[in-house]
């Protein structure tokens, strides 16, 4: 037996066998919400070792062949505490040849897997086909496919699905956009992606095209709606690619998903994955597209080494996102966004500071804790107002000149936070040997520098000033809304006096109908007053909202606001009870945690 060790969150041996080409031919049923088929691997073996040894999770191996011909040898072997550490799996322990070049391994996934949501079709749009989904990132992929899978390693992939007639299946790849008659789809990625970009959905999914290079996929019944929300897509695929240099990936698509997907989306290449939460109706949240096209950049060319450098694939995103915003909709309007995000930061940070300050820094430390930890806005906001803050020292040309150098140079590779300092010591910073810029602090150290910018939204401050007049006020008093935007109404809805509102909740709710809002983002903000004031009202409301969407971003701080007095935990509990299985094993876990199941 070989020595196995864990390094980034991945037990496989990617320094001694290097890892080519992926084939995958499945099986889709739904009946057992199984994959079943082969994953082929092109190996080379430059070590000449004995072993070749994948990442894995509950699946089932039944038999593995080498070259295509020769049986081989495996085991799993659980070799850390599996109680404290179950999201690493179980190593595969494949015996190869020192000149075996393929290696096929026939094997069929848990129904449990937790990168596939199988959804029932009442859980869909149409309500007529069930429909599949994976979300693979961060360390999921090991769960439907066996790979090597830590950030590091990058390998092309093609695959054949096979499915019922009546269902669709696409993949972060070549798609096809129309059904076939033998009901087997070829998919086709030629550029080497890490294993967290795997993706596959299927079901009743049809496509309409917005322009030359992109377009809509979704259940009929949310093509239009989708379409008409996306309608300026192609035009902020230009605009990205103006900014920092051609759109490396050919088509750029998105999926619009059932509500039970746990995040806003998700930058599977070539298909971005998306809630159905981003469809307003106005346009209003579409800058979530711009954050999951900004990945195709960051992430996706440029990858973090490890999950403890995640910053540098969601930091650069979100900075990336609010240039694209900037440049299609103007400057007020992208600060509006950007405030927004620093005031959640702001937040999450007082948050942290006082329960695990550690997780502050930009750069993690996330041995022995499952990597999903490490989402939070820290790696989104404070790595993104980290970039801003170095543009404001060196000038918008001079920092934009250098972001397009690091993507170039760091193309289709990996790059950690040192090699990232030293890249941005040697390419930048050489040329201001005045500037005395303190990245360590922001990214070894707790908290947020005292240099951090500020951002001056006009159109907040209006609204701000609104909420400071309203909280001084004893009797209710409406409000000049006329016009407000999504962001101007969460704004406002932050800046309530959350404990001196109880007796205005009535009046807001009956001028401003917030309880029966259908802007998912409104109503997250809106029915947290709700909980912290009692107002018994909305709470029909909240049930249904609870009992429909599955993002992880909303139905955290409900539940979490939920669980702070004792009917509201009952309350919550009862909930979960019966919208657990429409909840995806992200937000159901983080959910559990929050209401104390474990
Ligand atoms: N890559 C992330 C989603 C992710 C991160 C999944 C870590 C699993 C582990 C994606 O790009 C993302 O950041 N989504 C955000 C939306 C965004 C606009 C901030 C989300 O889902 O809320
Ligand atoms: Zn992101």
Redesign the pocket.
């Known amino acids: 037996m070989p020595n196995i060790t864990e390094h980034n969150h991945s037990y496989s041996n990617y320094d001694s066998v290097t890892f080519q080409h992926l084939h995958l031919a499945l099986v889709v049923d739904f009946e057992k919400k199984i994959l079943k088929g082969k994953a082929t691997i092109s190996i080379d073996n430059h070590s000449g070792t004995h072993f070749l040894i994948l990442d894995s999770k509950n699946l089932e191996v039944s038999k593995i062949i080498l070259d295509g011909k020769q049986e081989a040898a495996f085991s799993f072997s659980k070799t850390i505490d599996t109680a404290t550490q179950n999201y690493m799996g179980q190593a595969l322990v494949i015996e190869i040849e020192k000149n075996t070049k393929q290696v096929e391994i026939n094997y069929e996934t848990s129904p449990e897997a937790e990168a596939l949501m199988w959804l029932s079709a009442e859980q869909t749009a149409g309500k007529k086909y069930p429909f599949l989904f994976t979300?693979s990132?961060?360390i999921l992929a090991r769960t439907w496919v066996p790979c090597m899978d830590a950030p590091a390693v990058r390998f092309t992939y093609s695959a054949d699905i096979q499915c019922d007639k009546q269902f669709l299946p696409v993949m972060s790849a070549e798609n096809n956009f129309e059904r076939n008659k033998k009901s087997i789809y070829h998919f086709e990625m030629k550029q080497p992606i890490p294993s967290?970009l795997l993706a596959l959905a299927v079901g009743n999914i049809e496509f309409k095209s917005l322009g030359d290079n992109c377009g809509v996929f979704a259940e009929p019944e949310m093509l239009e709606k989708s379409a008409y929300e996306f309608a300026d897509l192609s035009k902020m695929v230009a605009g990205a690619s103006a900014l920092y240099g051609q759109y490396a990936w050919g088509r750029y698509d998105i999926l619009v998903l059932p509500p039970s997907f746990p995040?806003?989306?998700?930058?599977n290449p070539k298909l971005t994955f998306a809630?159905p939460t981003i469809i307003a109706g106005d346009r209003s949240l579409v800058?979530?597209v711009a954050?999951?096209l900004a990945?195709s950049w960051s992430?996706n060319l440029v990858t973090n080494h490890t999950w403890d450098d995640?910053w540098l694939?969601?930091g650069f995103?979100?900075y990336f996102?609010e240039r694209i915003m900037e440049k299609l909709y103007g400057k007020p309007y992208a600060d509006m966004l950007s405030e927004l995000g620093l005031g959640e930061l702001k937040i999450t940070m007082e948050d942290f500071m006082k329960t695990i300050p550690g997780d502050t820094k930009l750069k993690l430390n996330l041995k022995g804790r499952n990597?999903?930890d490490?989402?939070s806005d820290i790696a989104?906001v404070k790595g993104c107002m980290f970039l801003r803050m170095m543009e404001n020292e060196v000038g918008r040309a001079n920092w934009d000149n250098f972001l397009n150098q690091y993507f170039n140079h760091f193309k289709l590779k990996t790059v950690t936070t040192e090699q990232f300092i030293a890249f941005l010591k040697a390419n930048l910073l050489v040329k201001y040997p005045k500037l005395n810029i303190n990245y360590d602090e922001w990214i070894y150290e707790v908290g947020l520098p005292k240099n951090c910018p500020q951002i001056n939204s006009e159109k907040l401050k209006r609204v701000g000033a609104m909420a400071i007049e309203f909280n001084l006020l004893k009797d209710f008093k409406s409000i000049d809304t006329a016009n407000f935007t999504t962001h101007e109404w969460l704004w406002l809805l932050r800046n309530l006096n959350a404990d001196s509102i109880e007796i205005k909740m009535a009046d807001i709710d009956s001028k401003y109908h917030l309880s029966e809002s259908t802007n998912a983002e409104i109503q997250c903000d809106w029915y947290i007053l709700c909980i912290k004031n009692n107002y018994e009202k909305a709470f029909p409301f909240i049930e249904n909202y609870l009992m429909h969407i599955g993002?992880?971003?909303f139905l955290k701080p409900l539940y979490e606001n939920l669980s702070k007095s004792e009917s509201g935990l009952a309350f919550g509990k009862t909930i979960f009870a019966q919208a657990e299985n429409s909840y995806h094993a992200?937000s159901r876990n983080t959910i559990r945690e929050i209401l104390k199941l474990n």
């Open positions: 979300q990132e961060a967290y995040f806003g989306g998700m930058e809630t800058s979530l954050h999951e990945h992430g995640f694939n969601e995103t979100v996102e990597p999903d490490g989402m989104y993002r992880r971003k992200v």
